[in-house]
């Protein structure tokens, strides 16, 4: 295995799009920032030197970071900010991820320019569980305000009600030939009859789960989250931010010019309808169409489309590639997701009947702490964190009905994390809820672990009925998982990593209410089993 040494210089960098100019913040001068490519189980030794008037952090979205998650990156999870005019190393030691991931600042909203893909390659080159492609293509699919993304923030902090919508989604950074100003960068990925790409897409979009489709080609999907997946065909894909998904297209179609484009799926509130573009282009000797001919996305509210896309997912599961499901489970956790409302001292806020609103798990909602919750956990520092995070919701009662219990009006502040055993087995069940009258997908993420997605369904988690349907033969290995609005998703994973691992809702605006825990895997007691010591540049608190 090898390690690649780089430097990710953070800066405010000029950047035009949609007719307007603005400063955002890059990794090396770029947007999106650099794709990283290494081979299954190298090393990353990568230096953050952050050269920009904001704070920043890295988090290297699906990388385990086994017994080392000093380099995970979560602001005032894992690690304080790097301040402006700092530098911190991090090192990534990759272990059996295989495919697309992705890297992203973890810092307030700075995620939105701040990220870029990683590709790990198998170690035996093309030795891919699927036909070898001529080409491989990073697709990342991302967000654009016109204003500033601080102020963005800043203005939803402010308002109480959701964010501002931006002003346009983007395909590799570009808003396509659908927008002013944009066409002669749109981005064009030129293909020759006959050959066949390997897509490695990333949803890098900060509030909504993406459809994505090429007109007049079918996709095979062959990967997401960092593992293979038993290969299916489709015509279009369903994203949840934070997912990665690696598909197949053969340009089999007469040689023309065809459209790709995405568009949000979101079922209530304000989000942006545009769609973005870009371009497939066939080699050769043809008059082009004036205009490409566009897809057919599905609709912004047809949940059974994005539903039913991921709920097709299979692990390889054979000879060389095992699962590893757990059957025996020691932890069993109930955790509900919900919007939440609280009070508004003048009732201006901008939530439902003038209320303010925030997010929950358990009724709990995340109050970041003064000190990272890994320094205040590995030095005993108290009184930062309580070790209570509740392992079911305050008591049942209807998650998914119109009534709502007014003692879940107003959901409680708290620092409480959830402490596990090493080598636990743990299966949690995501329940969505239709508190504050929104039942919404949540796209949940777990840091430090990837998961089996057992099984899920639509309305109440019935602990009798549902698991005996649990796929324990083939179910696909994930980082992040859409839980279907009003609806549930079980998960099994082993606490094998000791650390500090946060898990929350993908949705920018929702981990910004609170829809966020932690759990602490304690250390085993094998001699590698245990958390290893942090880097000498690390960022205290
Ligand atoms: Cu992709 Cu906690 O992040
Ligand atoms: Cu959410």
Not at 242 to 268: E, K
Not at 351 to 357: A, I, M, S, T, W
Request: glycine letters at 6%.
């Amino acid at each position: 295995a090898k390690t690649h040494h780089q430097t990710f210089v953070v800066s405010d960098t000029p950047y035009s799009r949609l007719c307007s100019n603005k400063s955002i913040l890059t990794v090396n001068g770029k947007f999106p920032g650099p794709t990283i490519r290494v081979t299954e189980g190298d090393t990353i030794a990568i230096v953050v030197a952050n050269r920009a008037k904001e704070n920043i952090t890295i988090h290297w979205h699906g990388v385990k970071q086994p017994r080392y998650p000093w380099s995970d990156g979560p602001e005032y999870i894992t690690q304080c900010p790097i301040r402006p005019g700092t530098n911190f190393s991090q090192k990534i030691v990759l272990s059996d991820e295989i495919g697309t991931m992705w890297w992203h600042a973890h810092s307030d909203w700075s995620r939105a320019t701040v990220h870029g893909a990683l590709i790990v390659y198998p170690r035996i080159k093309n030795d891919y569980p699927f036909p070898v492609p001529d080409e491989e293509v990073p697709i990342i699919i991302g967000e654009w305000w016109k204003s500033d993304v601080f102020a963005v923030l800043n203005e939803f902090l402010a308002s109480g009600g959701g964010p501002n919508i931006s002003d346009a989604y983007m395909i590799n950074g570009q808003p396509g030939d659908l927008f002013p100003c944009s066409k002669k960068d749109t981005f064009k990925l030129k293909v020759e009859q006959g050959k066949r790409y390997l897509i490695r897409m990333v949803n890098a979009v900060m509030n909504n789960i993406m459809f994505f489709r090429i007109a007049g080609h079918n996709v095979t999907i062959v990967g997401s989250d960092g593992a293979y997946l038993k290969p299916f065909t489709s015509n279009y894909i369903a994203i949840s931010p934070g997912q990665t998904i690696d598909f197949l297209f053969v340009a089999d179609q007469n040689p023309s010019h065809y459209y790709m484009a995405s568009r949000a799926y979101a079922v209530v509130g304000d989000f942006n309808s545009n769609t973005t573009t870009a371009r497939v282009e066939y080699a050769g000797n043809y008059t082009p169409p004036a205009s490409p001919e566009l897809p057919t996305l599905p609709n912004f509210t047809d949940t059974a489309a994005s539903v039913n896309f991921t709920a097709q997912f299979r692990s390889l599961a054979y000879e060389n590639h095992p699962i590893n499901v757990p059957l025996d489970v020691t932890t069993k956790l109930l955790f509900t997701l919900s919007i939440n409302t609280r009070n508004c001292p003048n009732s201006d806020c901008g939530g439902p009947d003038g209320n303010r609103l925030l997010a929950s798990v358990n009724n709990i909602t995340w109050q970041s702490p003064g000190i990272a919750i890994l320094q205040a956990y590995y030095q005993s520092v108290n009184g930062v964190f309580e070790d209570n995070f509740p392992s079911n919701p305050p008591f049942p009662f209807n998650y998914t009905a119109d009534f709502v219990p007014q003692d879940l009006w107003e959901p409680q502040n708290g620092t409480r994390v959830r402490m596990l055993d090493f080598n636990a087995t743990v299966e949690l069940v995501f329940q969505g809820t239709s508190t504050a009258r929104s039942p919404l997908d949540h796209p949940m993420h777990l840091h430090g672990h990837s998961f089996y997605v057992v099984g899920w369904g639509y309305g109440n988690f019935n602990s009798t009925r549902d698991p005996p349907n649990y796929n324990l033969i083939d179910p696909p290995l994930q980082n992040t998982i859409a839980v279907p609005r009003a609806g549930w998703t079980a998960i099994r994973f082993v606490a094998n990593n000791p650390g500090v691992w946060l898990m929350h809702c993908h949705f920018e605006r929702h981990i910004t209410w609170g829809m966020e825990m932690t759990f602490i895997t304690r250390n085993g007691k094998g001699p590698n089993d245990t958390m290893l010591p942090p880097p000498s540049d690390f960022p205290m608190c």
